[in-house]
């Protein structure tokens, strides 16, 4: 009698005819070449990613140097600027104190001047009236006329 079959997958022997393993050894190697063209794809692919990191990396980092030199432009620009600024700032303030001094002394000489007119205005109307008319003021003054 025939021995029994096995059902282990190790024991299990499967005949095929020559048309069908013909066909399975195709299958194969359909299946090999489209793991290899995956593979290849997929090579194909990280070539292509790494390629454009490198070039954004190149881009980023030229950007960068652009950036830090325009900014150090405008800061060196700015410091300038600034620099002109307080300088005119500081003209500007002695001139306001000169200005002030001047006014000052302008004031003082104004009010001197007030003052010594005032003194003078007595003499100057006595002095327009004449000598007689000044003694008929001062006589009626005082009541003698």
Partial sequence: MAEPA???AVDTVVEL???DMELYIQSMERDQRNHE???ASIKE?????KEEHQRHSE???EHHQRTSEELSEHRATMKEQNQAISEQNNELLLFAKARR???ARLQSHIEVRAA?????????AAAAL???DSQRLGAAALGED
């Avoid at 692919?45 to 990613?49: G, K, L, R, V, Y």
């Avoid at 010594?116 to 100057?124: G, I």
């Fill in 6 to 8: 096995s059902t282990s």
């Fill in 17 to 19: 005819s020559d048309e």
């Fill in 37 to 39: 063209n995956a593979a």
């Fill in 45 to 49: 692919h990280q070539a292509t990613i």
């Fill in 59 to 61: 881009d980023l980092s």
């Fill in 101 to 103: 001094k001047s006014e």
């Fill in 116 to 124: 010594s007119a005032q003194k003078k205005k007595p003499s100057a």
């Fill in 130 to 132: 004449g000598e007689d």
